[in-house]
């Protein structure tokens, strides 16, 4: 299996702030990952995919990044509605795998 | 409006059995891939298993393989997860997601609000 690591497993950021997710494949993946937003008590949220496309409708100040096994996602401005856990995912292999999360909030 | 609805879950000794349904709406339910993910308490996701459109090819993660069982009903638009011989660590809050394509797991465009799978004698 295609192991996923995410790095920080949280972080705490002004709003405003420019904050960077980084998301590790264990194996070249090429593009196939994508990016998901967990509210609390809620169901996922598919942000990004394709390593670099974001979803409609989603604000322009999330973005993804990389190819092989180094991926980012940034949020360009924090703002308070983005507090939430963040979930890359890889589909390049079965099983489909995610990566641990990382848990933003608001410092 | 892609709408999904998860329903079954429940309290189930170790060792039941449960199926979970999800009744889909909105969008033309053939042609998509189906996933299961679930999430035990405080945890993160885990893939469960998949379906492609008209359902002959199923996929499944290693910890469920033998024991759980995906299915879809084309003409109820409705995804099922049967789970048997069902263990502790398999409580969890389970999801249903649709797929963007046919064919293997791919990318999980829209998903229900998850049904709690609680196993404890």
């Known amino acids: 299996d295609i192991q996923m690591t995410q790095s920080p497993s949280s972080l705490s950021a002004s709003v405003g702030d420019r904050v960077t997710i980084t998301c590790q494949a264990s194996?070249?993946?090429?593009?196939?990952l994508n990016w998901y937003q967990q509210k609390p008590g809620k169901a996922p949220k598919l942000l990004n995919y394709?390593?670099?496309t974001l979803e409609t409708g989603v604000p322009s100040r999330f973005s993804g990044s990389g190819s092989g096994t180094e991926f980012t996602f940034t949020i360009s401005s924090l703002q308070p509605e983005d507090i939430a856990t963040y979930y890359c995912?890889?589909?390049?292999?079965?099983?489909?795998?995610f990566g641990p999360g990382t848990k933003v909030d608001i410092k | 409006e892609v709408q999904l609805l998860e329903s079954g879950g429940g309290l189930v000794p170790p060792g039941g059995s449960l199926r979970l349904s999800c009744t889909a709406s909105?969008?033309?339910?053939?042609?998509?891939?189906m996933t299961w993910v679930r999430q035990a308490p405080g945890k993160g996701l885990e893939w469960v298993s998949g379906?492609?459109?008209?359902?002959?090819?199923?996929y499944y993660a290693e910890s469920v393989k033998g024991r759980f069982t995906v299915s879809r009903d084309n003409s109820k638009n409705t995804l099922y997860l049967q789970m048997n011989s069902l263990r502790a660590e398999d409580a969890a809050v389970y999801y249903c997601?649709?797929?963007?394509?046919?064919?293997?797991?791919?990318?999980?465009?829209?998903w229900g609000q998850g049904t709690l799978v609680t196993v404890s004698s």
């Open positions: 909105g969008f033309t339910f053939s042609i998509y891939a």
């Open positions: 194996q070249d993946i090429s593009n196939y």
């Open positions: 394709d390593a670099s």
């Open positions: 379906i492609n459109g008209i359902g002959d090819n199923t």
């Open positions: 995912q890889q589909y390049d292999n079965l099983p489909v795998t």
């Open positions: 997601a649709k797929d963007d394509y046919d064919g293997n797991p791919s990318r999980f465009s829209n």
